[in-house]
């Protein structure tokens, strides 16, 4: 008797319905980018810049570049699939919400906060959510290395130390974008390999 097996190998890490893209996923994207990563080099610009020369000048540069960052990674990353963006896009929801109720929280607490902080804390918990895990990592590493400076040098403050938090929080969110739209890209191409085997009995 002759029994033919026929056995496809696929070097590709997942199936073609992962990796599927729409010309709306690429919008989403680059504007999700576009503002997550802004939002984040605002934010984490601030105190760095305000104790500088430039002053607003730094900001709004530093905005501006996280924005086009943002951009084009926001681009590449839905271009090569929805599922990448829906993630994001699912973790922004969650970021405001969170970010919102904080904001609601802290204006019980804080005299002069008002509506316009809980819509400020709202916007930056969106653009966290959008890249949680870059935000928490690059937090994490500056606040340690704020900690640090602040117990080594005696010019550093505890007022430096938060703004190296935050900044961190900035860089890490913002290279989460790159990393995961470079690899979306190198994934997206992976060529399926086809090996036709025979089994004789």
Sequence with gaps: MLCTLLLFL?????????????????????ALGLYSSGMLALTGSLIPCTQTLAGVKCVRVSAVAGSAIGLVSGLYLGDASEEFVEDRLRGAGYGLIIGSA??????????HYGFK???????????????????????AAGTFTGAVLWQLIPSFEFADGV????????????????IDAADAQSNKGSPELVLPVTIRI
């Design 10 to 30: 696929t070097a590709a890490p997942a199936g073609a319905q992962e990796n599927a893209a729409s010309d709306w996923s690429t919008f989403a994207g680059g």
């Design 163 to 178: 703004g190296m938090a935050i900044a961190g929080m900035a860089v890490g969110g913002i290279a989460s974008w790159v």
């Design 117 to 139: 902080d809980i819509l400020t804390f709202g916007a930056s918990g969106a653009a966290i959510g959008a890249s949680p895990k870059g935000a928490i990592i690059g937090f």
């Design 102 to 111: 904080v904001g609601a929280v802290l204006q019980r607490v804080v005299p």
